[in-house]
């Protein structure tokens, strides 16, 4: 039958795969592995992945990410050969550059498990952004949406007569979001007959009501503050939460250092390359980039040294050293060490040289119990660090708040809404904030047909 399927990410978040089919032909968003600690999750991901490819038929003519998170990508590598894959081409440099490190980790591990650039090369980027592609009757449109992501899609698909928006992951709060949100719905999407959207935040309402910083914008007016006030600021944020990193880079005294490791530096390059043009109050060079290299050899920052800004002629990448910064006091990014053994653990060691390091806490909340940390890994980061006087959390949300979602509503005027991406599909039937739209949410179930 012709029409949706979701095999998996109605009542959870993460791990998605979505079907669009028409005759003997469909295509697939999203083929993400279960987020790590996913409870009673819909379908393991081997059973998933037998269930999607389980028959000959349809014809599947293409996956297309929506973003690089594991939870749409993660099993990318268990999509049989011969069928073409579409991403985002900065989003590809992204994964490329993660792949780099995971493979080269697996190669010193002697693992014999499959690579991943490989199945990266594989991939292809969007054919055009804000133009419609055939694939044998599903028409689909790529729009770059905000995200805690770095170039992100949502689609319009259409499908026998009908006009269909899947939102992917997306907010309206981050850098480009809060310029382009309503533009990005008045304009190229307008009125839809489905609208398929991503419901995170509706099974987070406690962590968004008690979130005190709601913007990129806030973010950084509250990371300067901190800054001013402590000598050696070491900020906890994942290293391709793009926005976040730019309002941290972006927030740094200037009479202090910014400092990242040789990772962090190169996801910035292409993350600024990507959108100066676009961003150029939150994507440009300000100051120098200080990139910490392994017993200070300025050889392992390798073509980062040489590469010189093409407006400017300058050099903004500038190999830290331990002198400079820590007379100066600085801002270090770190990531915990989640692989005991490989060489991120040399934050934790930095850490342990310093007087008096402030955590800045900007990685999900959901990790903190009461303001206490329970991960292993980032109990073993912090060390007893987790108390006021030495921690602030400070974090956006990758996802729409429920207002944002009304708003996406009201503007794209659908008779049909199917909410996933959530553990609250049902909750979107409750909501006050979703009174006028109540009649319309359609809560599908895992692996069946909505018929269009
Ligand atoms: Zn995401």
């Known amino acids: 039958m012709d029409g949706i399927r979701i095999y998996r990410g109605i009542n959870q978040i993460g791990g998605i795969v979505t079907e669009f089919r028409k005759g003997g032909h469909r295509i697939l968003i999203d083929f993400g592995a279960n987020l790590p600690g996913t409870e009673n999750a819909e379908l393991e991901d081997d059973a998933m992945v037998r269930q999607v490819f389980a028959d000959k038929d349809p014809v599947t003519d293409a996956v ?18 011969g069928i073409e894959m579409y991403a985002g081409a900065t989003a590809l440099k992204i994964m490329k550059l993660i792949a780099e490190g995971v493979d080269h980790v697996k190669r010193k591990k002697g693992l014999t498990e499959e690579y991943d650039l490989p199945v990266l090369e594989r991939i292809k980027p969007y054919w055009k952004i804000g133009e419609a592609k055939d694939f044998h009757g599903i028409k689909v449109t790529p729009l770059v949406c905000d995200h805690s992501a770095l170039d992100a899609y949502m689609f319009i698909i259409e499908l026998n007569g009908k006009r269909i928006l899947y939102t992917g992951d997306f907010r309206a709060h981050g850098i480009p979001g809060e310029e382009t949100f309503e533009k990005l719905i008045k304009t190229k999407v307008g009125k839809t007959d489905i609208l398929i959207t991503e419901g995170t935040m509706v099974s987070r309402l406690c962590e968004e009501a008690s979130n005190g910083i709601r913007t990129e914008a806030e973010l950084a007016r509250k990371a300067a503050e901190i800054f001013e006030a402590h000598k050696e600021n070491v900020v906890l944020v994942s290293s391709t939460n793009i926005d976040s990193v730019m309002s941290f880079y972006n927030s740094v005294p200037s009479d202090k250092a910014f400092l990242c490791d040789i990772y962090q530096a190169k996801v910035m390059r292409i993350a600024i390359e990507a959108r100066h043009r676009y961003f150029p109050g939150s994507y440009s060079y300000r100051g120098n980039i200080y990139v910490l290299c392994p017993d200070e050899n300025e050889y392992c920052m390798g073509e980062l040294r040489k590469y010189v800004i093409p407006h400017t002629k300058r050099h903004p990448f500038k190999m830290a050293r331990a002198g400079l910064y820590s007379e100066k006091g600085f801002v270090m990014l770190a990531r915990v060490n989640r692989d005991p053994g490989s060489e991120t653990g040399r934050f934790e060691k930095r850490l342990a040289q310093m007087t008096d390091p402030h955590i800045i806490y900007s990685m999900w909340t959901g990790y903190l119990k009461d303001g206490k940390a329970e991960d292993p890994a980032i109990v073993s980061f912090l060390d007893g660090r987790d108390d006021a006087g030495h921690m602030d959390v ?4 990758g996802h729409a708040y429920v207002e944002d979602l009304k708003k996406l509503m009201d503007m794209t005027e659908p008779e049909v809404i199917i909410p996933m991406h959530t553990e609250s599909a049902g909750n979107f039937r409750e909501l006050e904030q979703f009174r006028d739209h109540k009649d319309k949410i359609e809560v599908c179930r895992p692996g069946e047909v909505y018929g269009i």
Do not use: A, C, E, K
């Open 64 to 81: 297309l990410f929506t973003h690089y998170h594991g939870d749409h990508v993660g099993l990318r590598n268990r999509i049989p050969q």
């Open 394 to 397: 400070i974090h956006t949300s």
